[in-house]
């Protein structure tokens, strides 16, 4: 059935122009917004927990922003099936890849970190043109087998290379080469064991660790990444240099670092984050309680 809906609809659909997917995206946004109402409840709860003195009439506002650029983001993603490398560098380009040439220089891998904000799958076939570096990205298998073949051969066919969440370990571990690894690290948490906590967008939030971890372990540096969307289907991507010695960091700066920049980019303007995703649907045990507790007594 995956194959039938792929072949039938989805590889038809990716083979229009973007000005046609456009209009589709404008009917997305009256079906999934206005009459399904998809996940409506999910991002009134976020935008209003994170935004707590704006009006009803201004977060009815930004979620209808934020549903208009969901809707776009999804054709792209569909157009991204058949793009070309033309139509993706006239689309995305990156404006200072130059800040990364010192690394390139000393043959330091480094670690990328972002969240889910603008076109991230633009950025997947767009950013690898752009480095010196061998882009890496870590994924989340998805449970349909045929999809997730489809969507890594998509990712990937520019020269992104992917890596399993249960290899990332693995990776670390053995990898020589010259690599630039992504992290999405706004996702819940929510079977990680080892997370910290902060806040974020005015809410207690459990951060994935595994970007402090593994720089601190390979002193890799550490680079956020933000995505501006300049006009519809058309993006930059900017590097900003967080820190170039992690192990010489102490616990939890680099982590409170790049939730600090994405919160900053977010705020900048909130309708580019996927609001949709249940950000906060991890809670602080009592256990977790209990030893920030008792470290704070020490």
């Known amino acids: 059935m995956a194959a039938v809906f792929y072949y039938l609809i989805i590889k038809p659909l990716s083979l229009l122009p973007l000005w046609a997917l456009y209009l589709l995206s404008d009917l997305f946004y009256l ?3 206005k009459i399904a109402r998809y996940r409506v409840t999910v991002v009134s709860t976020n935008l209003k927990n994170s935004f707590p003195n704006l009006s009803e009439k201004e977060l009815v506002k930004m979620r209808q922003q934020f549903y208009r650029h969901f809707c776009d983001v999804i054709v792209e993603s569909i157009k991204i099936f058949s793009i070309t490398q033309e139509e993706v560098s006239a689309r995305f380009i990156v404006t200072n890849p130059e800040i990364l040439q010192p690394f390139v220089d000393k043959e330091q891998s480094i670690l990328i970190v972002g969240g889910h904000y603008n076109n991230w799958e633009m950025m997947a076939v767009g950013l690898d043109a752009h480095l010196e570096h061998q882009s890496v990205a870590i994924y989340h298998a998805l449970k349909n087998k045929f999809f997730d073949k489809k969507i890594l051969a998509s990712r990937s066919k520019f020269g992104l290379k992917l890596i399993s969440r249960p290899d990332v370990k693995a990776f670390f571990a053995n990898n020589t080469a010259l690599t630039a690894t992504i ?13 910290y906590w902060t806040h974020f967008l005015n809410q207690e939030t459990a951060v994935m660790f595994g970007v402090e971890k593994f720089a601190k372990e390979k002193n890799s540096p550490v680079v956020f990444v933000g995505i501006r ?8 991507l900017y590097f900003e240099v967080l820190f170039t010695e992690p192990a010489l960091c102490a616990y939890g700066e680099i982590t409170e670092t790049h939730v ?6 977010i705020l900048e303007a909130p309708q580019y984050w996927l609001w949709t995703h249940k950000r906060w649907k991890r809670k602080k045990t009592e256990e977790e309680r209990l030893e920030e507790q008792t470290s704070e007594k020490q």
């Not at 992290?183 to 997370?195: C, E, L, R, T, Y």
């Not at 969307?229 to 930059?236: C, Q």
């Not at 600090?260 to 980019?265: K, S």
């Open 229 to 236: 969307k300049v006009k519809r289907g058309y993006y930059e």
């Open 31 to 33: 079906v999934a917004y």
């Open 260 to 265: 600090r920049r994405l919160e900053q980019q």
């Open 183 to 195: 992290f999405g690290a706004d996702q819940s948490p929510s079977i990680a064991k080892k997370v």
